[in-house]
């Protein structure tokens, strides 16, 4: 068989998605909880960046008042900003499925993942959507070469995340070097062929069964090198307990996708 029959899965499978060449209308999906000191950064350098951008902020009630900035913000931005206030803190897992959701339905062709707390550098949206021409999912990489985290970091810190990601990669056989990454910009079509519905992981996990999704379905997962600072300013939701909990659940996120055959393609890009 010669290469470029081994490739016509893969083109076949995306040119039945109808992907467009490049993505013209962006959306930022940004969960908040008590970043009231960090939204109006975030969403100034957003809005200032050269693309068709729009940003939702799904809020969890946050008692800092970051849904009451969100919507002084939204008024100021006519209308490039939506907020989804929700009654409680519900999860990453259930603010991105319904960020993605209003995202598509508002007329997205990219739906982007950041954290709100300015450790995701806005910037690298520019080079993320350039890439998406070639890829599915671009994920800002930490693990790839030209990649790094805040040497402030605590050791364990850094032992526990890098592990992590080895660990996926082995239990889960591909080779994503960041899966746990929460950096992400999505083709649209490729969040709307994807069984939404089975995805079950809570926490940081989430990232990962997301990312091993796209892979096995044989969508082009490509990365991104990053830089991955502390943030400055708030305090750190991540904890070793959290950390280690993502690593210990991520036999579950394989066995949920035991039986899922891929379509075609390499599932992973080199960078």
Known sequence: ?????????????????????????????????????????LVTALLALPLDLRILVVDDNSADGTGRIADQLALAAHRRIQVLHRPAKAGLRSAY????????????????????????DPAVVVQMAARLVDCDLVIGSRYVAGGAVDRD??????????????????????????????????????????????????????????????????????????????????????????????AARVLQVWWQYRDLRRSGGSGAAPT
């Not at 290469?3 to 992907?19: C, F, I, S, V, Y």
């Not at 962006?26 to 970043?35: D, G, L, S």
């Not at 209003?102 to 007329?107: E, T």
Request: net charge positive; charged share 25%; proline share 5%.
């Open 1 to 41: 068989m010669t290469r470029r029959e081994r490739n016509q899965p893969k083109r076949a499978h995306r040119d039945a998605l109808g992907a467009p060449a490049s993505p013209a209308r962006i959306t930022v999906v940004t969960p908040t909880y008590n970043e009231a000191e960090n939204l109006p950064g």
């Open 153 to 246: 970091w605590a050791l364990w810190r850094k032992a526990l995340s890098a592990f992590g990601n080895v660990y996926a990669r082995l239990i889960l056989g591909f080779e994503v070097r960041d899966s746990t990454s929460g950096f992400r910009l999505w083709r649209a079509t490729t969040l709307q062929a994807m069984p939404l519905e089975r995805v079950a992981a809570t926490g940081y996990v989430f990232q990962v069964e997301m990312a091993y999704l796209a892979s096995r379905l044989g969508f082009r997962v490509c990365e991104l090198p990053i830089y991955f600072p502390d943030r400055r300013l708030g305090r750190s939701k991540m904890s070793f307990g959290i950390q280690a909990e993502a």
């Open 97 to 120: 499925l319904e960020g993605f959701r209003l995202a598509i339905r508002a007329g997205a062709d990219a739906v982007a993942q950041m954290d709100a707390d300015l450790s995701h």
